[in-house]
């Protein structure tokens, strides 16, 4: 398990830019299987979830010729349909294969998900979804096994909460069953649009992206294609926190800035300096920053994928702060490591109390989620002194190579293997 040291309050200055999205890219990736043609996917980030998505997909039998960040994909000899416990509980998203293995064979085996520690995240509602259109499902051993007796048969679907994994799996696998599916109350996040634009490249019918509405009219087949993934967000929004937390000038270059709306807005808010270009932020030196008041809420909302590094910036700047994690129980795991670095944080259910106006000072750390291991490093770029970052395989989950990402920014991390 790595870990990383990091030498904080270095001056960093530079441009930096965004790789592809992992939360598009892994959807976009599981709707391969519901082709049996080559797909062409460009932009697909090196990270860790990507690598075990694509085993998980040869494991199924898909044939994947990587170049760079690239690559060809065909789904037309499958040999397995189903997912284990040791790749299903690496990686949440695993579950995604359910509709499209569903629409395809009829039937699929899953075990049951794991992914990031935060909260309980169950799938009932992919499962009801899934049932709306025609599938039927059993628990055994952990495993979760679908099965539809002919075909998925269109349907309409209200879902209780706009859950994106269930958007996604719901959508996918509706764009080749039989008449038409309305997705209601459904996740409007950029990844869903994107992974609807890339079934729509194939052929699918689909409206209402991006809408809490999406309406799809099944078709027979799918076609070949060739399609450039987004940049990630969520990437590109940690280092523009970053950026504001260093107090110097960086450029986030190569992301949709229109995905960030909520984030610029509150970072503005607290006084941060910045231009709002077409595909990339300048941020500059603010004369004061101060606190501000947030929840979190899917999209257009502020992110949850978002609120631990807000957390690392809402320490150091003028007054206290407030976060109320609406998305997420259980999502507040970087605060007792945030503290260890001289952050004063406050919890009580869901609601996070932040004291401002305090110096990070360098210290041991253990990261325990995705974003939370990098809240961790934004603080230690800012911490006084050497700060060690323990277990780092999270932050891999979905940042490629950190350290020499913010390493051209003169960010001094070291990556040590133990
Ligand atoms: C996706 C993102 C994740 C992000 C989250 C919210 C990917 C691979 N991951 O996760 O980075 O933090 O959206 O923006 O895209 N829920 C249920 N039952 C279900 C499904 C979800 O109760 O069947 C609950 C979850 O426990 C959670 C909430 O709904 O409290 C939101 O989950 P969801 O939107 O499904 O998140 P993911 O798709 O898992």
Known sequence: MDRLIISGNKKLKGSISIHGSKNAALPILVASLLSNQNLTLENIPNVADINNMLKLLEGCGVKIIKNKNSLIINSKNLKNISADYDIVRKMRASVLILGPLLSRFGYCKISLPGGCAIGTRPIDIHLKGLKKLGAKFEIENGFVIGQVSKNLIGNKIKLPSPSVGATENILMAA??????????????????????????????????????????????????????????????????????MINSKIQVKNFNPNHLKSLIKILKKMGANMDVLNSSIKIYPSKKLKSAKIETA??????????????????????????????????????????????????????????????????????????????????????????????????????????KYLGKLGAKIMRQKI
Do not use: W
């Open 175 to 244: 764009v080749m069953a039989k008449g038409e599916t309305l997705i209601d109350h459904a996740a409007r996040e950029p990844e869903i649009v994107d992974l609807g634009n890339f079934l729509i490249s194939m052929g699918a019918k689909i409206e209402g992206l991006g809408s809490n509405k999406i309406y799809i009219q099944g078709v027979n087949n799918l076609k070949a294609t060739k399609y450039k993934i987004i940049s990630d967000r969520i990437v590109a929004g940690t280092f523009i926190i970053l950026a504001v």
């Open 298 to 403: 899917p999209y257009p909302g502020f992110p949850t994928d978002l609120q631990a590094q807000i957390m690392s910036l809402m320490s150091i700047v003028n007054g206290n702060s407030e976060i109320k994690e609406t998305v997420f129980e259980n999502r507040f795991m970087h605060v007792p490591e945030l503290n260890r670095l001289g952050a004063e944080i406050n919890l009580n259910k869901d609601i996070a109390f932040i004291k401002g106006n305090k110096k990070f000072k360098g210290a041991q750390v253990m990261a325990s989620d995705l974003r939370a291991s990098v809240s961790l490093v934004l603080a230690a770029l800012c911490a006084e002194g050497k700060t060690t970052i323990n277990r780092v395989y999270h932050l891999d989950r979905g940042y490629a190579e950190i350290e």
